[in-house]
C-alpha cells in the first residue's frame, strides 16, 4: 500500500504515499528485491553505444538528492562502481540523502526555487511536479539509443497528463522475467530461535503467530525482548496500515483490494478486518508485548531495533527492513550461534488460506528521478544515464568485476564463490557502490534477464541463491520442505493493473485529496486504537468512523475501479 514506492511502486518501492511499496534496494546483491513489471524483449545491441563526444569534456560533478534514508552521503566517485562510471564519462554525482521529514524537505527546495540537479524524491514527486521542478526529458530520451532501448515499451506510460515525460522509473523488466527466491515484499518475521523452540510449526494465522511470540516472551522474561513493532515513520505508515489488505489475501495494491471476479476496487480502512487488525495490537499492547514508541520512532530507530536482537517479530517489506536484516545475517556468517537472532519470513492471512504477499510483475508509474529545472547540463546527465544502461555497465552495477565480485563458468553462467559471498557484506555493498547503485537510477528492473541467459540480480541467480544459504539457512528451510524463501508463500496471480497504488493521480484531484485525507485520519486514530486501554477500543474505534465517514469514500472507489478496468482492457 503505499511505499517504501515506484510511481504512484516504488517502489519500493518504496517507495510513497502510505499504501505504496518500494522495489528492491540492494538489487538481489543480498536479500534485495524489486517489485517488477512484464518482461519485454529489449536485448542490447551494435548499437547499444552512448552517442560520441566531439572532444573530451572536462570532469564535472553533479548533486543528487535521494528521498529515502538507505545509505549515507557520499560522492560516487569514491566508490569503486561510481569511479569506473567517472572514467567512462567524466561525470560524478555527489548524492545526498534524506534527513528528517521528506515533505518539509521538498518543500524548503520548492520555497528557494533552488533545486540539485538530479532528484528522486519518492514519495515527494507529486509536490515536484506540480512546482514544476522537473525539466521535460521527452526530446532527450529520442537522443540516447541505450533509454530509449530499455524504456521504449513503456514511454506511453511514462507521459504526465499534457503528453511529455518529467522522470524515470525504476521497475522496468529487460529481458525475460527472472523470479526472486528471497523475500522481498511483505512478511510476518519472526525470529528463528522462536521457531525452533517450538519445533518450527507451520504458521499460517496471525492468531497462531502472535501466541507463539507471547509464549517465547513469557519464557525469556529476563532478556528485556519486544514482542512485536511496527514502523509508522512518515510515508512508510504504511507498513502498518497495509497489514489488514495482506491478512484478507491481497497483494500490496495500496489502499484497495480488488476483487478478482468483478474487479471492483474496494477500500479496507473502515471494514472488520482493519478493526481486527488494530485490536489484536491493542491486546499485544495491554500486555506489555507492544513497543509503545513504535508511533514515534523515526526509520533509523526502527532498524536500530530490528537489529538489536531484542525484537522478536515484526511485519514489513523485505527491501525496506533489509538493512537491519542482513546486519543479522553478517553476524551469523562469522558466528552461526548468532543465527538464532535471524528473521525467518512467515506467510500469513486471517484463515490460513492462499496469501498474496509476493508481488506479481507490475510496472510502477508514480516513482522515479527527474532532472531538475536547475540543471547545469541536462545532457551530460542523460549521456551519464545512457552509458549506465549499457548492458555492460548493469552487469557492473549489479554483479561488480569478474574476478573480484564474480565469475564465470565454462557455460557462461555467473556465480560467485564462497569467498566473494562472504566478502560483500553491508560495508563491502557501501565502498564498492552496490548498495548506491542498487535503485534510484535508470536500470534494468531487478528480475530482468541478461541477454547470455544470466540473471540481472546475483541473488535471483539459482547459483548464487543456494551458495549463498548458511547451513543453518539450508536446515531451517529444510524443516519446511522447500528450498527457497519463496516457495514458503503462494505464487502470486497475475494482475495487469498491479500495482494499483501506482496509478498516477493529479495533484489536487478528487482523489489525491482523498488519500491525504485518510492519511491525516489514520495517522491520528491508529495510535489511540492500539495504545488505547481494552475496555476503550470501542469507543475510540467509533469516533475513527466518525472521522471516516466524512470522505467520499464511494467516489474513490468508483474512480478506482474505471482505472482499474482500463488497464485490463489495454491488456486485450
Not at 491486546?283 to 513504535?294: C, E, H, P, Q
Not at 474512480?559 to 489495454?570: H, V
Request: charged residues 25%.
Amino acid at each position: 500500500m503505499a511505499k517504501k514506492l515506484l510511481l504512484t511502486c516504488m517502489a519500493a518501492i518504496l517507495v510513497f504515499t502510505a499504501a505504496c511499496s518500494k522495489d528492491n534496494k540492494n538489487n538481489g546483491n543480498n536479500n534485495g528485491n524489486n517489485a517488477s513489471p512484464s518482461a519485454v524483449d529489449s536485448s542490447p545491441s551494435a548499437s547499444e553505444s552512448t552517442p560520441a563526444s566531439e572532444a573530451p569534456k572536462d570532469k564535472v560533478t553533479f548533486t543528487f538528492f535521494n528521498g529515502v534514508a538507505n545509505a549515507p552521503d557520499a560522492n560516487m566517485n569514491e566508490t569503486t562502481i561510481g569511479k569506473i562510471l567517472e572514467d567512462q564519462t567524466g561525470v560524478n554525482f555527489k548524492m545526498e540523502h534524506l534527513v528528517g521529514d521528506l515533505k518539509a524537505k521538498i518543500g524548503t527546495m520548492i520555497a528557494s526555487n533552488d533545486y540539485p540537479d538530479v532528484i528522486d524524491p519518492d514519495a515527494g514527486i507529486d509536490q515536484l511536479l506540480d512546482a514544476g521542478a522537473f525539466i521535460d526529458l521527452t526530446d532527450l530520451i529520442e537522443k540516447y539509443p541505450n533509454i530509449k532501448r530499455v524504456y521504449g515499451p513503456y514511454l506511453s506510460q511514462m507521459k504526465a497528463a499534457d503528453g511529455k515525460i518529467y522522470f524515470i522509473p525504476f521497475s522496468n523488466v529487460v529481458g525475460g522475467y527472472t523470479p526472486d527466491p528471497n523475500i522481498n515484499q511483505g512478511a510476518f518475521w519472526i525470529q528463528r530461535r522462536v521457531l525452533k523452540e517450538a519445533g518450527y510449526p507451520k504458521l499460517k494465522t496471525l492468531d497462531e503467530y502472535t501466541k507463539l511470540i507471547e509464549d517465547f516472551v513469557a519464557k525469556h522474561k529476563n532478556e528485556g525482548l519486544t514482542g512485536l513493532i511496527t514502523l509508522t515513520h512518515d510515508w512508510r505508515f504504511f507498513a502498518t496500515s497495509n497489514v489488514p489488505m495482506h491478512l484478507d489475501g491481497y497483494p500490496n495494491d495500496g489502499n484497495v483490494e480488488v476483487d478478482m471476479t468483478t474487479f471492483e476496487a474496494k477500500t479496507y480502512y473502515t471494514t472488520d478486518s482493519t478493526k481486527r487488525w488494530l485490536q489484536k495490537l491493542n491486546d499485544l499492547n495491554s500486555k506489555g508485548l507492544f513497543d509503545k514508541a513504535s508511533f514515534v520512532d523515526n526509520y533509523d530507530q526502527y532498524l536500530a531495533k530490528l537489529s538489536s536482537k531484542k525484537v522478536v517479530g515484526f511485519f514489513d517489506y523485505g527491501w525496506q527492513s533489509g538493512n537491519a536484516r542482513n546486519l543479522l545475517k553478517d553476524a551469523a556468517r562469522q558466528d552461526p550461534a548468532q543465527d538464532d537472532f535471524v528473521y525467518q519470513p512467515m506467510p500469513l492471512t486471517w484463515d490460513g488460506g492462499k496469501d498474496q504477499l509476493q508481488d506479481p510483475p507490475g510496472f510502477v508509474k508514480n516513482r522515479g528521478l527527474g532532472i531538475s529545472v536547475s540543471a547545469r547540463d541536462p545532457e551530460r546527465i542523460m549521456e551519464y544515464w545512457d552509458n549506465l544502461l549499457k548492458e555492460e555497465n548493469q552487469v557492473l552495477r549489479s554483479w561488480g568485476i569478474k574476478g573480484e565480485t564474480y565469475e564465470v563458468d565454462g557455460n557462461g553462467r555467473f556465480f560467485r564463490t564462497e569467498e566473494q559471498i562472504k566478502k560483500i557484506d553491508e560495508p563491502f555493498n557501501l565502498k564498492f557502490g552496490f548498495r548506491y547503485y542498487a535503485w534510484d537510477w535508470p536500470q534494468y528492473g531487478t528480475n530482468s534477464t541478461l541477454s547470455d541467459g544470466n540473471a540481472l540480480a546475483p541473488g535471483y541467480q539459482p547459483e548464487v541463491f543456494q551458495m549463498s544459504l548458511t547451513a543453518e539457512d539450508k536446515l531451517i528451510l529444510d524443516k519446511y520442505g522447500v528450498k527457497t524463501y519463496a516457495e514458503l508463500f503462494a505464487k502470486p496471480d497475475d494482475r495487469v493493473w498491479f500495482p494499483a497504488w501506482g496509478i498516477p493521480k493529479a495533484q489536487g484531484s478528487p482523489e489525491q485529496i482523498w488519500e491525504t485525507t485518510k492519511d491525516e485520519i489514520t495517522k491520528k486514530y491508529y495510535p489511540k486504537l492500539v495504545l488505547a486501554k481494552p475496555a476503550d477500543f470501542e469507543k475510540v474505534w467509533g469516533d475513527y468512523l466518525a472521522a471516516f465517514s466524512k470522505l467520499d469514500t464511494a467516489g474513490y472507489e468508483k474512480w478506482y475501479t474505471a482505472q482499474i478496468k482500463a488497464a485490463i482492457d489495454a491488456a486485450k
